[in-house]
């Protein structure tokens, strides 16, 4: 049994703007993240928990304190190495594919940048675990709906067979139905390739599907840290934490 | 009971023209609102903002609409001009939409465009005007009015602007409101707030509720009754506070595919859509009531 998380922010800082206009966005944002576990950052908008996640995936190199990923310390700007072993699936299927390449374009891509070899293989592999098949390896993102495009994204994120997938709330922008497929898409896809989950969203009940552990972000903090059973129970220290409880039980 | 109803649509029909013919979103949808709140719930693409739209006549221009009648307190909507439909707009039949961030004019302080509403529909000087904005930013819960009737859009809050957009469209005491989506945008934890002053200023008035969402529960929660629409059409008609019970395959399948936060779940059982559903017909007027 390995011991070491695979992924550990230890006092992680982030501060926007200069001068008088400096604004500490971060503040002393620590947890761990177990190889093959699923960690969910939880709050409000502007809670900051899409800047941990951006400072994570190497979007922002200018924070302060450190992120160790399997056990080292990683610098702010980060390697091709780094990028071969985590992805990040965005919220808007619709913004985060390019309009113009087919999807067997968009996943040949990071095939060539971390040279693989049988790329057509693994393009066709990919397709059919996330439910598409090879038939939409021609299709434009406007021949797709929704639901279809975020399993694209995801296909991206997985060709290269990354170790620790980012999840910048990879259902909010989809009907329910829809997020359900997706959903269920991503606990299979987890258990079949032992993958590692860091997610961030405002729905806790979406959140605690996929999650093990919960920590709910306010103003730049985690304030608490929840197993997912203790949210189902309601079991929480913080104010704030009930509070967002009791709105998402609603 | 038979209340006469504020709105009144038979055999709705919009479509629009494409190279490969008319895209049918609405398909004959028939409906009745009195002074009540009544939810219309469906996915995206099953025409229930087109629906919204098409009482105002704000739907697209290019657009196809057919109705056997589409009236409002008696007033034929399909067949009123648009300087009839000026006076209706904000005044006796408001909309209040998802975003207070692009709705909001950006450059115009949060107060004066308030009372702009009121003063387009009332003959009123400057002063009372404001009075009557002023009392109108208290009764959606704005602590400190005369602070706030100087900001700008940019200076509130998700959830204090749509607080703005309410206290707009309300000022003119509309007899009807239609909400699309009024609260998607913003965090659950105001959410609740938002629909609550919402709620409370539709019943105080007496005035009708047409609250448009995908959130199934929000609806069942501060509506009295609940149209669910799937493919342009609506499929099932239930009080509120039945929606767990719903019937139809589409709406319990909608239901059952959220995640729960009371217990854990496996796999979510994903909604297989019937082809029938498509072809059964709207329900008629009579079902709705």
Request: proline share 5%; with cysteine.
């Given at each position: 049994m390995n011991q070491q998380p695979l992924l550990e922010m230890a006092s992680l800082e982030i501060h926007f703007g200069r001068g008088r206009g400096r604004v500490k966005a971060i503040e002393e944002v620590s947890f761990k993240l177990a190889r093959g576990g699923a960690y969910g950052l939880i709050g409000e908008s502007g809670c900051g928990k899409s800047s941990v996640l951006r400072a994570i995936a190497g979007l922002n190199d200018h924070y302060g304190g450190s992120i160790l990923f399997d056990?080292?310390?990683?610098?702010?700007?980060?390697?091709?190495?780094?990028?071969?072993?985590?992805?990040?699936?965005?919220?808007?299927?619709?913004?985060?594919?390019?309009?113009?390449?087919?999807v067997a374009k968009v996943l040949r891509e990071p095939l060539r940048i971390h040279r693989f070899k049988d790329e057509e293989r693994r393009i066709d592999r990919v397709l059919d675990e996330v439910g598409l098949g090879a038939a939409f390896r021609y299709r434009y993102p406007h021949q797709l709906s929704g639901g279809q495009r975020q399993r694209v994204a995801i296909a991206r994120a997985l060709?290269?067979?990354?170790?620790?997938?980012?999840?910048?709330?990879?259902?909010?922008?989809?009907?329910?139905?829809?997020?359900?497929?997706?959903?269920?898409?991503?606990?299979?896809?987890?258990?079949?390739?032992?993958?590692?989950?860091?997610?961030?969203?405002?729905?806790?009940?979406?959140?605690?599907?996929?999650?093990?552990?919960?920590?709910m972000m306010h103003a730049g903090r985690i304030v608490e840290e929840l197993d997912e059973a203790d949210v189902r129970a309601g079991h929480t220290r913080e104010a704030y934490t009930r509070a967002f409880l009791a709105a998402s039980a609603a | 009971?038979?209340?006469?109803?504020?709105?009144?649509?038979?055999?709705?029909?919009?479509?629009?023209?494409?190279?490969?013919?008319?895209?049918?979103?609405?398909?004959?949808?028939?409906?009745?609102?009195?002074?009540?709140?009544?939810?219309?719930?469906?996915?995206?693409g099953s025409g229930k903002s087109q629906t919204g739209r098409a009482v105002l006549k704000m739907t697209p221009k290019h657009a196809r609409i057919e109705a056997k009648r589409m009236s409002f307190d008696g007033i034929d909507l399909h067949a009123a001009s648009e300087r009839q439909m000026r006076r209706i707009r904000g005044n006796r039949i408001s909309m209040i939409l998802q975003d207070p961030k692009f709705s909001l004019n950006p450059l115009i302080r949060v107060g004066t465009q308030v009372s702009e509403a009121y003063r387009l529909h009332h003959r009123i000087n400057a002063a009372q005007a404001r009075r009557r904005t002023l009392e109108m930013l208290e009764?959606?819960?704005?602590?400190?009015?005369?602070?706030?009737?100087?900001?700008?859009?940019?200076?509130?809050?998700?959830?204090?602007?749509?607080?703005?957009?309410?206290?707009?469209?309300?000022?003119?005491?509309?007899?009807?409101?239609?909400?699309?989506?009024?609260?998607?945008?913003?965090?659950?934890?105001?959410?609740?707030?938002?629909?609550?002053?919402?709620?409370?200023?539709?019943?105080?008035?007496?005035?009708?509720?047409?609250?448009?969402?995908?959130?199934?529960?929000?609806?069942?929660?501060?509506?009295?009754r609940v149209l669910v629409m799937y493919a342009g059409r609506i499929v099932e008609a239930l009080p509120a506070r039945e929606l767990h019970q719903a019937r139809h395959p589409y709406t319990r399948g909608l239901l059952e595919s959220l995640p729960r936060l009371d217990r854990k779940r496996g796999l979510l059982p994903v909604l297989s859509r019937d082809p029938a559903w498509r072809e059964a017909p709207s329900l008629p007027l009579e079902e709705i009531r």
């Open positions: 056990g080292r310390e990683l610098s702010p700007r980060r390697d091709k190495h780094w990028f071969k072993r985590v992805q990040m699936v965005f919220q808007d299927p619709y913004a985060s594919l390019h309009p113009r390449k087919t060709v290269i067979e990354p170790e620790l997938l980012l999840l910048d709330e990879p259902t909010s922008a989809l009907d329910v139905s829809v997020q359900a497929e997706i959903l269920n898409l991503l606990v299979r896809l987890r258990a079949e390739r032992g993958l590692t989950y860091l997610m961030v969203s405002h729905d806790l009940a979406v959140v605690t599907h996929l999650c093990e552990r919960v920590g | 009971m038979t209340e006469p109803s504020l709105l009144e649509i038979e055999d709705l029909k919009i479509g629009f023209p494409t190279p490969r013919g008319l895209h049918q979103v609405v398909r004959g949808v028939s409906l009745r609102i009195g002074r009540e709140k009544v939810g219309i719930v469906g996915e995206s009764s959606v819960r704005i602590r400190d009015p005369e602070r706030v009737y100087r900001l700008f859009p940019h200076e509130l809050s998700g959830g204090m602007g749509q607080r703005v957009m309410i206290a707009m469209m309300l000022i003119s005491e509309p007899e009807l409101i239609i909400a699309d989506e009024p609260t998607s945008a913003l965090d659950v934890t105001v959410r609740r707030q938002v629909m609550e002053v919402l709620g409370e200023l539709v019943e105080r008035r007496g005035a009708g509720l047409m609250l448009i969402s995908h959130d199934l529960n929000l609806v069942a929660e501060y509506c009295d």
